[in-house]
């Protein structure tokens, strides 16, 4: 089942936060985050395990909820250069790859 | 370590007609995952292929189809093409550890007219 993200879409100022939310039906035990710009392949940035162990990106990070069902991605002191649409993905059922959500445009101006 | 590889990157046909995209993975990658991106739909998986060998199939219809070689390099077909099959189609491969890094390619960005 597709993850719902959220927001579809935000603007952010350079040096501001930001935060994308990732939701399930049901708990989630990995999550991957991928960040795609304009014309380009999706590019890995980080996977968050269950543990709440994170591996990828250094200025990213991203946490779980109480329920596991929402992880939450957290850009901090954004540059210009994270600007893109960011997609979640979640194993399917059983060994099946990556279901992703529809996406979150992010956008950084100056 | 060249990356992924699709070729073509853009084409256009027209409705009715087949068309047949291919994709190299990264060296030493067996598993290869074709994706469909639309800008209402997101990232929709399609199919994933292992050592030759369809292992996962997502929610598209029979016109959609796709095989691997033996040198892990994997090709999609889609025949009698609509209207709606405009998209960018990606390929991606992994080392095939479960939850492992995928790799995408650019993509095919194919148009029907």
């Known amino acids: 089942q597709q993850p719902v993200q959220s927001p579809q879409a935000v603007i952010l100022r350079e040096g501001e936060d930001a935060v994308i939310n990732c939701s399930s039906s049901k708990a989630l035990y990995s999550v991957h985050w991928y960040r795609q710009k304009h014309g380009e392949a999706p590019v890995f940035l980080m996977i968050?395990?269950?543990?709440?162990e994170q591996k990828g990106h250094e200025k990213i990070s991203a946490s779980f909820n109480e329920k596991k069902q929402q992880s939450s991605l957290y850009l901090t002191a954004s540059q210009l250069s994270y600007s893109g649409t960011y997609f979640c993905?979640?194993?399917?059922?059983?060994?099946?790859?990556?279901?992703f959500g529809k996406g979150t445009r992010l956008s950084v101006i100056a | 370590k060249a990356g992924v590889t699709q070729t073509p990157r853009y084409l256009i046909k027209t409705r009715g007609q087949q068309v047949t995209l291919s994709c190299s993975p990264i060296?030493?990658?067996?598993?290869v995952s074709w994706y469909q991106q639309t800008p209402g739909q997101g990232l929709q998986f399609l199919f994933e292929?292992?050592?030759?060998?369809?292992?996962n199939k997502g929610n598209f219809p029979g016109r959609f189809s796709g095989r691997q070689f033996s040198n892990s390099r994997s090709e999609m077909n889609v025949s009698t093409l609509e209207l709606g099959d405009s998209a960018l189609y990606l390929c991606a491969s992994s080392h095939d550890r479960v939850g492992g890094e995928l790799f995408f390619g650019e993509g095919s960005r194919l148009t029907v007219l």
């Open positions: 968050l395990l269950k543990g709440g």
């Open positions: 060296s030493g990658h067996r598993s």
């Open positions: 292929y292992f050592s030759e060998t369809q292992r």
């Open positions: 993905g979640t194993p399917g059922s059983g060994n099946t790859p990556l279901v």
